[in-house]
C-alpha cells in the first residue's frame, strides 16, 4: 500500500479563495481523521469519520471549514472563504478499529505526508 | 483537561551523545502513549506504543518508558545520528476514545 496520500502537497492562495484539500485513506482503514498543525499549537485535530460518518467535529474551528467522506477512499477538507490565520500544514491520517488489529499497530494511526497551505 | 506536555521545547546535541526527551500528561483514564517522530515535511510516524503495564520498550535505539502513577513518559535515544533532527510528539489516548492528545514537541537537531 502507499500509504495515506494527500494532494496537493502545496497550495498558496489568495484569503477570500475557496480551498479544496484531498485525501485517500489506507485501503481497508476504518477511520480518517484530519489535522492541523502550526508551529505556535502542534497538532490539532479538525474532525474525524467512522466507516465515512462524521463522528466528531468539534475541531472545525468555524463554518470557513468543512469535511466530507463520499466513500471509503476518500475526504475532502475546504475553506470557503480562505484567511491568512489559515496558513498550516494539514494531515489527513487514517487507521484501523480498535477490535480489528493486533496488539503491534493498537490504535496507530498513518499520517500522510501533508498539504501545506499559504493564504496570502 | 487532558493535556500532554513536552520538554525541552527543542535541544541540540553532538552526533554520538545521547538524550533523553520528556513527557507529562493528565490525560485521563489513560489507555496508551506514543512517541512519534516527525521529519521536517513530512507527517508524523509511530516509534514506539505503551500501555498501562509497560514500563520499558525498545525500538532500536530508541528507549521510551512510561510511570503511569506518576504519569510520566520519557524517550532515550543512544549514539544519536544525524538523521535523528526531527521533532518528537508525545501522544496520549484517553481510554475508550479515539481522539488523540497531542504534545506540542521537541525538536531536536543533532550537530555533526
Known amino acids: 500500500d502507499a500509504g495515506v496520500i494527500q494532494s496537493p502537497r502545496h497550495e498558496v492562495t489568495e484569503m477570500g479563495q475557496e480551498v479544496t484539500l484531498r485525501c485517500k485513506p489506507i485501503?481497508?482503514?476504518?477511520?480518517l481523521f484530519w489535522y492541523r498543525q502550526t508551529m505556535m499549537r502542534g497538532l490539532e485535530l479538525l474532525i474525524y469519520?467512522?466507516?465515512?460518518?462524521?463522528?466528531?467535529d468539534s475541531g472545525m474551528p468555524e463554518d470557513r471549514f468543512s469535511a466530507k467522506m463520499p466513500n471509503a477512499s476518500f475526504s475532502t477538507l475546504k475553506i470557503q472563504p480562505s484567511e491568512p490565520r489559515d496558513s498550516a500544514v494539514y494531515f489527513c491520517?487514517?487507521?484501523?478499529?480498535?477490535?480489528?488489529?493486533?496488539?503491534?499497530?493498537?490504535?496507530?494511526?498513518?499520517f500522510g505526508p501533508g498539504t501545506r497551505l499559504t493564504v496570502l | 483537561k487532558n493535556q500532554v506536555e513536552q520538554s525541552p521545547q527543542s535541544l541540540i546535541i553532538l552526533e554520538g551523545k545521547n538524550c533523553t526527551l520528556q513527557?507529562?500528561?493528565?490525560?485521563?483514564?489513560?489507555?496508551?502513549l506514543r512517541w512519534y517522530k516527525q521529519d521536517t515535511g513530512r507527517g508524523p510516524v509511530s516509534l514506539t506504543i505503551?500501555?498501562?503495564?509497560?514500563n520499558t520498550k525498545s525500538n532500536g535505539r530508541y528507549t521510551a518508558t512510561l510511570d503511569a502513577d506518576t504519569k510520566q513518559s520519557s524517550l532515550h535515544i543512544t549514539a544519536s545520528q544525524l538523521s535523528d533532527s526531527a521533532s518528537y510528539i508525545c501522544?496520549?489516548?484517553?481510554?475508550?476514545?479515539?481522539?488523540?492528545?497531542f504534545g506540542t514537541g521537541t525538536r531536536l537537531l543533532v550537530s555533526p
Open positions: 513527557c507529562n500528561y493528565t490525560v485521563s483514564p489513560f489507555s496508551n
Open positions: 485501503s481497508g482503514h476504518d477511520y
Open positions: 501522544v496520549v489516548r484517553e481510554k475508550g476514545f479515539q481522539k488523540l492528545v
Open positions: 505503551m500501555t498501562f503495564s509497560e
Open positions: 469519520f467512522n466507516n465515512n460518518v462524521p463522528i466528531d
Open positions: 491520517a487514517s487507521s484501523l478499529a480498535l477490535d480489528r488489529v493486533d496488539y503491534s499497530s493498537y490504535n496507530e494511526q498513518f
